[in-house]
């Protein structure tokens, strides 16, 4: 009788391609695409759109990660927007308002024209980064439980990667 399997058919020799086997520095994109935090969020959308990205880091002048922003928080911040540009108005057509509030206590209901929020106004300060030898389940269970797009991997604590939803894709795609 012919024995038709072939060696890389047998488990024991078969490449581990798991994700358990995989590390992040494997997938990653060593290209970090990063914004300011003194953006304007109109530069903050110009950004993302030309570079055809969902979201990205923030970091300081001096590189330190600050947080990250995405889209997500942009259409956020302009739905809160609406609904306090609502109170406002509703507000401003109170006939005693000046006569009970100094003009200092009166800008507290102004609200922000969007030229002036910046990005640290509306990015998330809370990062989800990995070292870079770290498995990719590891990645892939961070983004499952915490419900995001995107995790940074660090080298000796300095931003090195970028690893989103799609590359893990790409990766289980290609296996």
């Known amino acids: ?88 108005a509703h507000d401003c057509y109170i006939y005693d308002l000046a006569y009970n509030f100094a003009e200092e206590e009166i800008s507290v209901f102004r609200v922000k024209e969007a030229s002036e929020i910046l990005v640290r106004d509306i990015m998330t300060t809370v990062v989800f980064s990995v070292d870079e030898d770290c498995s990719l389940r590891t990645v892939a269970d961070m983004m499952v439980r915490g419900r995001i797009h995107r995790v940074f991997a660090t080298r000796n604590g300095q931003l090195s990667g970028i690893i989103t939803s799609l590359d893990i894709l790409k990766l289980l795609r290609d296996m």
């Open 1 to 88: 009788m012919k024995n038709n399997d072939s060696k890389k058919d047998r488990p024991a020799e078969r490449e581990d391609v798991t994700l358990s086997a995989r590390t992040a520095r494997e997938v990653m994109n060593p290209v970090v695409l990063s914004v300011n935090a003194e953006w304007p969020i109109e530069q903050l959308a110009e950004f993302l759109v030309e570079h055809s990205i969902s979201g990205a880091p923030v970091v300081s002048d001096e590189g330190e990660l600050l947080g990250v922003v995405s889209l997500t928080d942009i259409v956020r911040q302009d739905t809160l927007k609406s609904r306090e540009t609502q109170m406002y």
